[in-house]
C-alpha cells in the first residue's frame, strides 16, 4: 500500500453495521449487539474481557514486578482502557472512562445493555509511581477536557484538569511524567488559546500552570488523530523537558527549564518535522528526542553530547528498489523510544512503505535497521517501555472485525535489551 494511503486506512469512521433507515438501526441489532442511536450503528456489548478492538494511542509501562502495563484508547467504545499482562500471556483489562455513568461493569446478566457513553481516551499517557499505582493523562473527546486517571487501594480516581478559561477545548496530543515525588506534570494544547501549556501538579493538590508557547497555529485537521507532536520527559534534577512540533513553522522545538528558567531552542527547522515524536530518559538522566522529517520521510534521532542534542539521521527516507533505484520510503511513523540494559536506544517505528514494524538502533546515520514483525499491516501507535534490563514494546495491527469495523489488535513485544535475554530484536 502507498504511503499516502495511510490517513485513509486509519480513518476514524466505522463501518456501518445497520439500516440507514430513520429508524435507529433499522429496529434491530444482532445478539450480542446494541444500538448507538447517536451513530445510527449496531456495536458489540463490552466484553467482560479485553475489547477486540484495542491499541490505539498506546502507552506502555513496566512495574516494580516485571509486570507489563498498558493504556490505550478502544475506538469501537470509545473508553479509555488500563491493563497488564500476565506472565503467562494473557491480558486484563479495566474499562477505566468512557462507560455510561451508574453502568456496572462487567454488566450483569438481564441488564439492558449500554449506550455508547462518553468518547474518552485519546492520547493516553502513561507512567507509574514508586508504589507502581498507575496515571494516566488522556482527552475527553466529547467534553473537550484534559483528564487525569489514577488508581490506588480504593480503585480509580478521574478528574479533569482545572479548566482556567473557558474558551476551548484543551487537552490534545497531552504527554505525562512524573516527577521524583509521584506528581503529575502534563504538556498539552489549548485549542482555545492556541497555546502549548505545562500542568503541574503538587503535593497539596493545587495545579500551576505555564504557556510554554503562545499563539502556535490550530490543530491541523487530521482525521485519525494519530500524530504524536509533543512528549515531555522530566529528567533526573525534576526538570521538565518538552519536544514538540511548532504547528506554524514546520520545525521541531524544545523546551527547558534550566537555572535560567524556561527556555526555547530549535532542533531542527523543519520543514514539516516532528509530526511524530517520541522521547526518553537516557541512563544519564537527560531527553534524548526522535522524530519523523516530512520533507525527505527520514527519521532523525537526537541526544545529549556535552550539554546539547546532537542529532543524526537513523533513518533516510529514500532506499533502493530492487533494480538498485531509490525510491521514496517514508521512516519514523508511530515512532516509540526506549534505552536498553546496555545504555543503547532502541525506536520502534512504521515501516511505511511495507507496513511492517522496524526496529533501530540509532548509532550513526544508516543505523543498523531490523523487522520486528511482518504480519502487516502493523507498526501503528508504537510503544517502548524499559526497566531494569526489560525492554518492552507494543504495537497496533490493523485488522477487521466479523461486522467488518476497522480494528486494532494490540501486539506486544520482548526486545533485546542489550543483555543477550530475549533476542528478539536488536
Known amino acids: ?21 430513520a429508524v435507529p438501526c433499522g429496529g434491530f441489532c444482532p445478539s450480542g449487539e446494541y444500538c448507538n442511536v447517536e451513530e445510527n450503528q449496531c456495536l458489540p456489548i463490552r466484553p467482560d474481557a479485553c475489547p477486540e478492538d484495542l491499541g490505539r494511542h498506546l502507552s506502555l509501562a513496566i512495574d516494580s514486578g516485571g509486570r507489563l502495563w498498558f493504556a490505550s484508547y478502544t475506538e469501537s467504545y470509545g473508553d479509555l482502557v488500563v491493563g497488564v499482562e500476565n506472565p503467562d500471556g494473557s491480558l486484563q ?16 446478566v438481564g441488564t439492558p445493555p449500554p449506550i455508547q457513553g462518553d468518547d474518552v481516551g485519546l492520547w493516553s499517557s502513561l507512567a507509574l509511581d514508586a508504589a507502581d499505582r498507575p496515571h494516566v493523562a488522556y482527552f475527553d473527546r466529547t467534553h473537550g477536557k484534559l483528564k487525569l486517571a489514577e488508581r490506588d487501594e480504593g480503585g480509580w480516581h478521574i478528574a479533569a484538569l482545572p479548566e482556567i478559561e473557558p474558551d476551548g477545548a484543551f487537552g490534545r496530543g497531552g504527554s505525562l511524567a512524573l516527577d521524583s515525588a509521584g506528581q503529575a506534570r502534563v504538556a498539552y494544547f489549548h485549542d482555545g488559546r492556541h497555546e502549548l501549556r505545562l500542568a503541574r501538579r503538587f503535593g497539596d493538590g493545587h495545579w500551576e500552570f505555564e504557556i510554554v508557547d503562545g499563539g502556535v497555529a490550530a490543530w491541523p485537521a487530521l482525521p485519525d488523530d494519530a500524530v504524536r507532536p509533543m512528549r515531555l520527559v522530566v529528567d533526573s534534577r525534576d526538570r521538565e523537558w518538552l519536544a514538540y512540533r511548532d504547528l506554524a513553522t514546520g520545525a521541531l522545538k524544545i ?12 532542533l531542527d527547522d523543519g520543514p514539516d518535522a516532528g509530526a511524530f515524536v517520541c522521547a526518553a530518559r537516557d541512563p544519564a538522566g537527560n531527553m534524548a528526542v526522535a522524530y519523523t522529517v516530512g520533507a525527505d520521510g527520514s527519521l532523525r534521532f537526537a541526544a545529549n553530547q556535552s550539554g546539547a542534542l546532537r542529532r543524526i539521521t537513523a ?5 533502493p528498489d530492487d533494480s538498485g533505484l531509490l525510491r521514496q520510503h517514508p521512516a519514523g511513523q508511530h515512532c516509540g523510544l526506549a534505552f536498553g540494559a546496555d545504555g543503547r536506544p532502541r525506536i520502534a517505528y512504521l515501516d511505511a512503505a511495507a507496513l511492517g514494524l522496524n526496529v533501530v538502533v540509532p548509532t550513526s546515520d544508516k543505523s543498523p535497521v531490523a523487522r520486528l514483525d511482518a504480519d502487516g499491516p502493523v507498526g501503528f501507535f508504537n510503544a517502548l517501555t524499559a526497566r531494569a ?17 476497522r480494528i486494532c489488535q494490540l501486539k506486544l513485544y520482548r526486545l533485546d535489551g542489550g543483555v543477550g535475554k530475549y533476542g528478539a530484536a536488536p
Open 315 to 319: 533513518v533516510p527516507g529514500w532506499a
Open 389 to 405: 534490563g526489560d525492554l518492552r514494546a507494543g504495537s497496533c495491527r490493523l485488522d477487521r472485525s466479523k461486522d467488518g469495523r
Open 93 to 108: 483489562c479495566d474499562y477505566v472512562d468512557g462507560r455510561p455513568a451508574n453502568v456496572p461493569f462487567p454488566v450483569p
Open 1 to 21: 500500500m502507498k504511503p499516502l494511503a495511510l490517513l485513509a486506512l486509519f480513518s476514524s469512521t466505522l463501518a456501518a453495521a445497520c439500516s440507514s433507515s
Open 255 to 266: 523546551a527547558g527549564h534550566g537555572a535560567g528558567g524556561l527556555a526555547i531552542s530549535e
